[in-house]
T-cell receptor, first 115, second 114 residues
Framework: DAGITQSPRHKVTETGTPVTLRCHQTENHRYMYWYRQDPGHGLRLIHY???????DKGEVSDGYSVSRSKTEDFLLTLESATSSQTSVYFC??????????????FGPGTRLTVL | AQSVTQLGSHVSVSEGALVLLRCNYS??????LFWYVQYPNQGLQLLLK??????LVKGINGFEAEFKKSETSFHLTKPSAHMSDAAEYFC????????????FGTGTQLKVEL
């Protein structure tokens, strides 16, 4: 158990509403990531963070923003949710010595449905 | 850019049979490769990783993978499938450019039949 929690675990919302997903880690790992998982696409990186207030875009960042004001929390915000953002969202942390061999550990996921 | 391709989105084996899940990589630099497993309604769990220390990598639950540079492959195998192996399996490659990012394949759903 890598000590990663995600909240909420399930959410149903309507098109056009803002949504914020939270990822919390119990250890002070530097790198945190947000992915989305869709059938036929595997996991795709949305945004990642390499420290407090330090974030960067991933492969599918359009329509998403992130914030990291504390080491342990990484927030993903959908400013105006669309049906194409219906997905399962996973948070991950990288554990190791900041080397390419470091392992990513994943949270349990948040299932988001946008109606 | 680094990428991985998983051949076969669905694989079905009989219990006790060999499991072979295929992953081919594309990388301009020596790759770091990973296999993850996802059980229903759960997050991903690391099975094993290739870090260039040894070409044959042993992981959890009896799985292993062999790195073959000549074939640009990192196929996952298990000699004898168990019902509990039914899950989705993802191959991933470390992406260059900082951030310790991973690029994932599209996944292979493994079904184990009696």
């Amino acid at each position: 158990d890598a000590g990663i929690t995600q909240s909420p675990r399930h959410k149903v919302t309507e098109t056009g509403t803002p949504v914020t997903l939270r990822c919390h880690q119990t250890e002070n790992h530097r790198y945190m990531y947000w992915y989305r998982q869709d059938p036929g696409h595997g996991l795709r990186l949305i945004h990642y963070s390499y420290g407090v207030k330090d974030t960067d875009k991933g492969e599918v960042s359009d329509g998403y923003s992130v914030s990291r004001s504390k080491t342990e929390d990484f927030l993903l915000t959908l400013e105006s949710a669309t049906s194409s953002q219906t997905s399962v969202y996973f948070c991950a942390i990288s554990v190791g010595s900041n080397a390419p061999t470091d392992t990513q550990y994943f949270g349990p996921g948040t299932r988001l449905t946008v109606l | 850019a680094q990428s991985v391709t998983q051949l076969g989105s669905h694989v079905s084996v009989s219990e006790g049979a060999l499991v072979l899940l295929r992953c081919n990589y594309s990388s301009s630099v020596p790759p770091y490769l990973f296999w993850y497993v996802q059980y229903p309604n759960q997050g991903l769990q690391l099975l094993l990783k290739y870090t260039s220390a040894a070409t044959l990598v042993k992981g959890i639950n009896g799985f292993e993978a062999e790195f073959k540079k000549s074939e640009t492959s990192f196929h996952l195998t298990k000699p004898s499938a168990h019902m509990s192996d039914a899950a989705e399996y993802f191959c991933a490659v470390r992406t260059t450019g900082g951030g310790n990012k991973l690029t994932f394949g599209t996944g292979t759903q493994l079904k184990v039949e009696l």
